[in-house]
């Protein structure tokens, strides 16, 4: 796995009117190219993902795996906006020598896709063998879709939506409000907010899981407790474990990024958004996602042309996407042997 940077020296206009005096990407490859280019699979990443897939999509991703760097060339982008190496709140604004903290500009998805867009161009990739995502990363495929008719093949869409539903966004927002009521979310230094982070990605679980989720895996420890529930040093756990690798700034950035989703503006309508997609599209959904209910990628394969809508069960609702790689191998495979989609491998 190499990790490499694109620096793109010129001005970034953003959708919000704002401009960025150029941005850098952070992303990773792994496996070779082959001559023709052909054997692309670019993923997505998540809210709090990074370039590195081959680690948080370890099932997915890696040696002996479908998506196997033996013979694709895997990569994946940090997104902008975001904290793990590209351009985002805690970079140094060049226009002021100080990071940009609260001054970040609001982006969005299609700010996104446009610079991941001029990073393929750059990187002489003329079309992507297949292009996946899952919640916020199949956003951004599905995004890229539309934007670039032609350069994606075969389009994977997981636990995702053409527009950001009003439940989701009264998510974030419980989340941008829980980071609001850290006194210290005012203050312009690197770890403003971080308690309120942490509550936020405890309100988030609560959509990421479900209730089964939490019965299953954190059942009362015995009929006698009255307090030091195994369920609450779990919230507990999980928003220290954010803390450690994640900021206050960039949780709000691309909560913001996330609902703003709506391939529809500027397109007549979100159907007819959907219906200029010409790559091949497998969309999936979850049945226990509580977030980005199946409802939404049934929308996605009514109106994408000729897409196919599968179904996978999952105790972990939304986070099903990450863990639970079996079935959307299989199901993956089973559509693409269907479609025969031959996978273009790197020549030895
Ligand atoms: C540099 C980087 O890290 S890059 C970014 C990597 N992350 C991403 O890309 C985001 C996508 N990934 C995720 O969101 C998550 O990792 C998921 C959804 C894949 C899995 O979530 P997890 O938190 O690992 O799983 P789960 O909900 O089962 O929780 C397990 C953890 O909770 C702990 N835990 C479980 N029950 C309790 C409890 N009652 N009290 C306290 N801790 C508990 C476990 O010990 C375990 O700890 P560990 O993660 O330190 O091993
Ligand atoms: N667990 C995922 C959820 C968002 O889809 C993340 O943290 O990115």
């Known amino acids: 796995m190499e990790t490499r940077f694109f620096d793109y020296k010129y001005t970034f206009s953003l959708e919000c009117g704002a401009d960025l005096p150029g941005f850098r990407l952070a992303y990773t490859t792994r496996g070779v190219l082959n001559a023709n280019r052909s054997n692309v ?95 916020l990363g199949g956003q951004q495929a599905l995004e890229w879709a539309i934007q670039q008719p032609g350069v994606i093949q075969n389009l994977i869409l997981i636990a995702t939506n053409a527009v950001m539903s009003p439940w989701g966004i009264a998510f974030n927002e419980a989340q941008r409000m829980a980071i609001k009521a850290d006194p210290t979310w005012s203050e312009s230094r690197e770890d403003a907010g971080q308690a309120g982070m942490k509550a936020a990605r405890a309100v988030a679980m609560l959509s990421y899981r479900n209730y089964d989720t939490y019965g299953f895996t954190q059942a009362l420890d015995n009929n006698e407790q009255i307090d030091h529930y195994k369920a609450s040093s779990y919230q507990q756990y999980q928003g220290e474990k954010l803390a450690n690798r994640f900021n206050a700034y960039t949780y709000w950035i691309l909560s913001k990024v996330m609902d703003s989703h709506n391939v529809g503006r500027n397109r007549g309508s979100i159907t007819l958004a959907l219906e200029q997609v010409v790559s091949r599209t497998l969309s999936v959904g979850i049945k226990s996602d509580i977030l980005f209910p199946p409802v939404e990628q049934k929308i996605l394969a009514r109106h994408i042309p000729d897409a196919r809508y599968e179904e996978i069960d999952s105790l972990y609702g939304h986070d099903g996407f990450l863990i639970e790689t079996k079935p959307l191998t299989q199901i993956i495979r089973n559509w693409m042997d269907e479609r025969k989609i031959a996978i273009k491998t790197a020549v030895k």
């Open 41 to 135: 699979v670019w993923v997505c990443h998540a809210l709090t993902g990074s370039a590195d897939a081959g680690d948080w999509w370890d099932g997915m991703i890696g040696p002996g795996k479908f998506y196997d760097p033996a013979h694709q060339f895997i990569i994946c982008v940090n997104v902008l906006g975001s904290c793990y190496g590209s351009t985002g709140p805690l970079s140094v604004n060049p226009q002021t020598g100080h990071p940009f903290y609260h001054d970040f500009p609001l982006v969005t998805i299609h700010d996104i896709v446009k610079a991941l867009d001029l990073l393929r161009l750059e990187l002489g990739i003329e079309t992507i063998q297949t292009c996946i995502g899952g919640s």
